[in-house]
């Protein structure tokens, strides 16, 4: 059985992709340091192993991590800088937040609340949070801070509808509440940490300032409004299901059936408004939405005034998945760092048919260079390896210098694997169920984003004069 076992198609190609690597690191093309050739081993290695799940993605990333260090591929402070980004201590935050929203009850409550609006009917049910995950994506600056809120309510009502763990309805609960609190949010500026990082290496680079309204215009009704749309037809589609009768209460769970502690959900709801409060404001007092949530998060663990014990601490907050995140934070500095992002970006522009005149097959090229590079770089680093290139793809294809720039959200708001975006992680893991389930909506999605929806972006922006 082992045998048959590593025969199975996964370790076959993990397999061939590590033969690969040893080839390039006994023949290594032309052009490629040693560094590089040795980067790029290891990163096909982490991403098919990612990509696979062979082994869990913590793992991944530790083996990611010894191998750069004891190659000398980067320094550790480059390797290790993930754990000083403000997207890791979002998740730290988010797991206690999320626990806080558990135990005080808050989840059932809201779920009762909204639970007759949205338990009419299984396509109203997975629309409705859909859309209200779109709005709160509006408010709230933060991927992350948005699945903190909403994932909690939606597991409740998942209980409320019936849906066990690992059943169709509570995968699809999951997958449109990861999708929705992250990915329509590409399309509104300030709303997560690639816009950020894209608008701020236009402004610096380039001197580039895209306004609030400018892009929410531009891209909102096509990547954040039909896309969104289409994922919730897709995961209707994936995971059919039917709402059933409420599964009994877990033990332990503030819920109908049991008295509810009112002074700790007073207290929570008061600590969960002023910290909506200061994420909705944080244009106006200038406090990362991060460190907002670890304030938080302190005060939800303060004996005699917070609701998470030590025992509940140890059980929401996740190494593993802090693990993933900043070993796919890591991946992208090691990409960025050896030269092999914008090496690569320089190959697919050299590949790729772009040319004057050609507008819309250079939309295209440019989209899939984004997707592309957002593979190898995750979503985050893939601004960064594309921004200094601007100029140079606006003079090759004759388009206008912010039109290129803007054609990169197109691009790396269609992620295809979820590892490529670390909240989209964190919500299936507060969820309980596989990342693997949420693959099987991304995948389809990008391509349907790629094939159906790039074109018909490329004429809303022709009637906006973008192109």
């Known amino acids: 059985m082992s045998a048959l076992r590593f025969l199975s198609p996964r370790p076959l190609f993990l397999l061939l992709v590590v033969l690969a690597a040893l080839w390039l690191a006994v023949l290594p093309p032309a052009g490629l340091s040693i560094v590089q050739v040795r980067t790029l081993g290891i990163v096909l290695v982490t991403l098919v192993l990612w990509s696979t799940g062979l082994v869990p993605g913590y793992l991944a990333s530790l083996l990611l991590f010894a191998v750069a260090i004891i190659a000398h591929l980067a320094t550790p402070e480059v390797v290790f800088a993930g754990f000083g980004?403000?997207?890791?201590?979002?998740?730290?935050?988010?797991?206690?937040?999320?626990?806080?929203?558990?135990?005080?009850?808050?989840?059932?409550?809201?779920?009762?609340?909204?639970?007759?609006?949205?338990?009419?009917?299984?396509?109203?049910?997975?629309?409705?949070?859909?859309?209200?995950?779109?709005?709160l994506g509006f408010v709230m600056p933060s991927s992350v801070g948005r699945a903190v809120v909403m994932v909690p309510i939606g597991m409740a009502i998942a209980d409320r509808c019936g849906f066990g763990k690992g059943s169709n309805g509570r995968i699809a609960i999951a997958s449109v509440l990861a999708i929705g609190c992250n990915v329509p949010s590409f399309a509104i500026l300030p709303s997560n940490i690639p816009n950020m990082i894209f608008s701020g290496a236009a402004e610096t680079i380039w001197q580039q300032h895209f306004g609030y309204m400018e892009y929410l215009v531009l891209h909102y009704p096509v990547m954040g409004v039909l896309k969104?749309?289409?994922?919730?037809?897709?995961?209707?589609?994936?995971?059919?299901?039917?709402?059933?009768?409420?599964?009994?209460?877990?033990?332990?769970?503030?819920?109908?059936?049991?008295?509810?502690?009112?002074?700790?959900?007073?207290r929570v709801a008061v600590v969960l408004l002023v910290t909506l409060a200061l994420w909705v404001t944080d244009s106006l007092h200038g406090v990362n939405p991060a460190w907002v949530g670890l304030g938080t998060a302190i005060v939800l663990l303060m004996p005699g005034v917070g609701v998470v014990t030590p025992t509940a601490f140890k059980g929401s907050v996740d190494f593993g998945i802090l693990l993933f995140v900043t070993g796919a934070l890591a991946l992208g500095a090691l990409v960025n760092g050896s030269g092999l992002g914008a090496m690569l970006g320089h190959k697919m522009e050299a590949i790729l048919p772009l040319g004057p005149g050609r507008d819309f097959v250079n939309f295209m090229s440019l989209t899939v260079m984004t997707m592309v590079t957002g593979l190898f770089s995750t979503v985050p680093g893939a601004p960064a390896v594309l921004t200094p290139?601007?100029?140079?793809?606006?003079?090759?294809?004759?388009?206008?210098?912010?039109?290129?720039?803007?054609?990169?959200?197109?691009?790396?708001?269609?992620?295809?694997?979820?590892?490529?975006?670390?909240?989209?992680?964190?919500?299936?893991?507060?969820?309980?169920?596989?990342i693997g389930a949420l693959a099987r909506v991304t995948i389809p999605l990008a391509l349907i984003a790629l094939v159906v929806l790039a074109p018909v972006d490329f004429l809303w922006w022709k009637l906006l004069g973008w192109i």
């Open 85 to 135: 980004s403000t997207a890791v201590w979002l998740i730290v935050s988010g797991f206690v937040i999320g626990s806080a929203i558990g135990i005080s009850g808050w989840g059932a409550r809201l779920a009762e609340a909204v639970g007759p609006v949205l338990m009419r009917s299984y396509p109203v049910l997975i629309g409705g949070l859909m859309a209200v995950s779109m709005l």
């Open 228 to 266: 969104s749309a289409l994922a919730v037809v897709l995961i209707l589609r994936l995971f059919p299901a039917e709402i059933g009768a409420p599964l009994p209460a877990p033990e332990g769970r503030l819920d109908g059936a049991r008295p509810r502690d009112r002074a700790a959900e007073i």
């Open 389 to 434: 290139m601007a100029q140079d793809l606006a003079d090759v294809t004759g388009l206008s210098l912010p039109a290129v720039l803007m054609t990169q959200v197109v691009g790396f708001s269609s992620p295809i694997f979820p590892y490529q975006v670390g909240p989209l992680v964190v919500a299936m893991q507060l969820s309980g169920e596989k």
